[in-house]
């Protein structure tokens, strides 16, 4: 088994030849990524049994097993993701800015490759296809360090397409899956300040913190999701429910999934009369204030740690709130930056949520279920990045590249 550093050292070398690699050979290697996916459907599916088994036999939560398991439906979903990172325009050697100086100096601006692109995330074997083919696109090399819960996938996943890659002659260390799925590679990975560019952690909030805490390597803090729908008191009842059911229960585990639900004092009444029977059907637990309490019949009373979980799961915090100023305050002071939604008929409230919520997705009317890649025209996505710097929100081609400065003169010099 290599350890953790001499494959790092691998993608390091293979990262000069990856960076000058044109679009059509960039595509020629997706497509051949895919269709290996494809022909080792049954081995991917194998080797992911065997994790679902042990994950079964620890008591992994219901909703944790959907985000483990592969079948041929999601294995197919990966090839498609692979092409359609092919099909994106190539963001390399893009031009940014160009302009002539006085001197005679031609400067110009262009997007390059950042690397060497390592990944720690959780139990998502999906991110190992969708993290490599991003990478592979932009130009990257990918150290990618999955969750032991899905070792077997992961490993099985990078020696399908990894295997693809060598058959058309790329070096080994463009798509490397750590091995080692214990707590220890994820530290080593953090102190490769020689070998890795940027360190992306993607999971739940324990595993965000303590990459961001502990890693020397450059982070780029992604996927961390308290997000909140604010139901305002003139959003349309039945508008409201769709909504919340969505962004809550069609797929609780993610991070775009909806933590918390804030009624506005006027309609909560009307709002839950019509939420109720939705929640109670999908079988959503309700924690609660006092003032929601008094209106949910087997709500649970919440917490203060409640207003501040990403349950991944059908648990929904609830709360009343006078209005939108208090709704804003409120998100300012718990949310995570990844996405928050109002529902409301109100164009002046619209306008204000959009401007004064500071999160990487802001919605009017919509289910913030579509802080997704793939759903914004970017393909499959690396992660959704909560921060400013450098990238911001879902995380496409251009959030893996950098720009360096290139300069074409005839002998000048600097007086």
């Known amino acids: 088994m290599k350890t953790v550093l001499e494959q790092a050292a691998l993608c390091k070398a293979a990262a000069p030849a990856l960076a000058g690699l044109s679009a059509g050979e960039k595509n020629a290697a997706l497509e051949a990524m895919a269709a290996a996916l494809e022909a ?12 679902l088994s042990a994950a079964r036999a620890a008591g992994t939560r219901p909703a944790l097993l959907d985000r483990l398991a592969l079948d041929e439906g999601r294995i197919g979903a990966m090839a498609r993701g692979i092409r359609q990172v ?13 302009n002539t100086l006085p001197n005679g100096l031609q400067v110009t601006q262009a997007r390059v490759p950042l690397g060497v692109v390592g990944i720690i995330y959780e139990a998502r074997p999906n991110v190992t296809a969708d993290a490599a083919a991003l990478c592979l696109k932009s130009g990257n090399a990918a150290l990618l360090r999955g969750g032991k819960e899905a070792r077997n996938s992961n490993l099985c996943l990078g020696q399908v397409m990894g295997g693809a890659l060598e058959a058309l002659g790329l070096p080994a260390g463009a798509l490397q899956v750590v091995e080692d799925a214990g707590r220890e590679s994820a530290q080593a990975m953090m102190e490769l300040t020689d070998y890795l560019d940027v360190l992306i952690p993607r ?41 919340l059911v969505n962004a809550k229960c069609s797929r609780p585990s993610v991070c775009n999934a909806a933590e918390c639900v804030l009624v506005h004092r006027a309609i909560a009444p009307a709002f839950w009369a019509a939420a109720l029977p939705a929640l109670a059907e999908r079988h959503v637990e309700l924690r609660c204030d006092p003032a929601t309490l008094a209106r949910v019949p087997g709500g649970v009373p919440a917490t203060e740690e409640d207003w501040d979980s990403e349950y991944g799961d059908y648990i929904l915090a609830c709360r009343e709130v006078g209005g939108l100023e208090e709704a804003l305050a409120f998100i300012a002071a718990h949310g995570s930056h990844h996405s928050e ?17 500071d999160a990487a997705a802001v919605y009017v009317n919509a289910s913030t279920r579509f802080t997704d890649g793939g759903e914004f025209g970017l393909g499959c996505e690396i992660g959704i990045s909560t921060q400013k710097l450098h990238a911001r929100g879902p995380m496409g081609l251009e959030a893996l590249t950098t720009t360096k400065f290139l300069i074409r003169g005839q002998g000048q010099v600097r007086e």
């Open 86 to 98: 092919a099909a994106l325009p190539d963001p390399i050697g893009q031009v940014v800015r160009g």
């Open 40 to 51: 080792a459907a049954q081995e991917i599916l194998a080797a992911n049994a065997q994790d």
């Open 341 to 357: 939604a109002i529902i409301t008929q109100d164009y002046a409230a619209a306008q204000t949520f959009l401007d004064q919520v």
């Open 203 to 243: 999971g739940g909030a324990g595993l965000i913190r303590a990459v961001s805490a502990g890693s020397r390597v450059p982070v780029i803090r992604t996927g961390e999701g308290v997000c909140h729908i604010y139901v305002d008191q003139s959003a349309q009842v039945e508008m409201a429910v769709r909504v």
